[in-house]
């Protein structure tokens, strides 16, 4: 069952470097083109390169701990970006905080009640400016998956 206490709940922030192997990587990675990923001394980041954050978090502190969710029956609902600004470049620190934003259900189909859980990772500089938030949507099913595939 899922902690619905857990809304606002945040992890500890940690720092993500923007590094210019990486971002050349992610870029070939996604089949761009760009001379703005892939020439450029300081490449700016792909829109979607914030999800490689997953890679910085330090282990044992998701936020998605003091939700409770069962992964077994867990699904990615979604995930969507804004840029407060232009995107970061190769180089920058960015400090990183997840927040639990929303937690809330809908009932299924097939699968009975469904709880979505809504979480937003703030990136700032090292300024502290807020440059770009993503916003992620996590579901857990009502039932476990079965064999012929169904939730």
């Known amino acids: 069952m899922v902690d619905t206490s857990a809304i606002g709940a945040t992890d500890e922030p940690f720092t993500m470097v923007v590094e210019y192997g990486k971002v050349r990587e ?18 700016v980041i792909p829109p979607t390169f914030l999800t490689t ?9 998701s936020v998605f701990s ?31 905080q997840t927040r639990v934003d929303d937690i809330y259900q809908k009932e299924g189909k097939r699968g009975g009640t469904m709880t979505f859980v ?10 502290g400016t807020l440059v770009a938030e993503a916003r992620s949507t996590a579901i857990e099913t009502g039932k476990p998956a079965t064999q012929e595939g169904g939730a």
């Open 53 to 61: 954050v997953s890679f910085w978090s330090p282990p044992g502190q």
């Open 118 to 127: 809504i979480t937003v990772t703030e990136f700032r500089d090292e300024s």
């Open 26 to 43: 992610f870029a070939r990675a996604t089949k761009s083109s760009s001379p703005d990923y892939l020439e450029v001394a300081s490449p």
């Open 66 to 96: 003091k939700v409770k969710m069962d992964l077994r029956r867990l699904l990615h609902g979604g995930q969507e970006y804004t840029f407060h600004g232009p995107p970061p470049v190769a180089g920058t620190t960015l400090t990183v």
